[in-house]
Each structure stands twice: as structure tokens, then as C-alpha cells.
């Protein structure tokens, strides 16, 4: 992490960040009760990591990290 980033995340979270963090990983232990919410819990604690400490990181979608898939199980 760059010092840059290290300054940013210092102030987002105090700031508000950390409050956001919690925010989202209450909300994932909620989801988790049922089984029907463990996959929105991960996705919540996924986002809670992201809040927690937002710079220097970098959100890619799968596409970009796995190649390109034209059909299930299939790369192209």
C-alpha cells in the first residue's frame, strides 16, 4: 500500500468509514441466520471489506480475471 493510500484510508476511516464497515458486517450477520441470506452475507462481508478500507484497491469483474466464458464451464 502506497503512503498515499495509507493516508487516505487513515482519514476514511476516521472519518466515517469504520462506521460504515460495521454497518455492513451487522447487516451480514443478519443475512447469515438463514440460508436463503448466506449468499447476500458474503457478498455484504465482501463490501464491508471494501468500505473498511477503500484506496488502493482495486475492484475487477470476473470477466477481466478469468478471460472470457462463452458458455458455462467453457472458455473461449
Known amino acids: 500500500m502506497s503512503p498515499i493510500a495509507f493516508l487516505l484510508n487513515l482519514l476514511w476511516i476516521v472519518f466515517g468509514g469504520l462506521w460504515m464497515?460495521?454497518?455492513?458486517?451487522?447487516?451480514?450477520?443478519?443475512?447469515?441466520?438463514?440460508?436463503?441470506?448466506?449468499?447476500?452475507?458474503?457478498?455484504?462481508?465482501?463490501?464491508?471489506?471494501?468500505?473498511?478500507?477503500?484506496?488502493?484497491r482495486k475492484a475487477v469483474s470476473r470477466a477481466e480475471s478469468a478471460g472470457t466464458i462463452s458458455a458455462p464451464g467453457r472458455s473461449a
Open 21 to 56: 464497515a460495521l454497518g455492513w458486517v451487522i447487516a451480514a450477520v443478519v443475512m447469515a441466520i438463514t440460508i436463503i441470506g448466506i449468499p447476500w452475507a458474503r457478498a455484504a462481508f465482501n463490501i464491508a471489506s471494501y468500505t473498511l478500507l477503500p484506496f488502493g
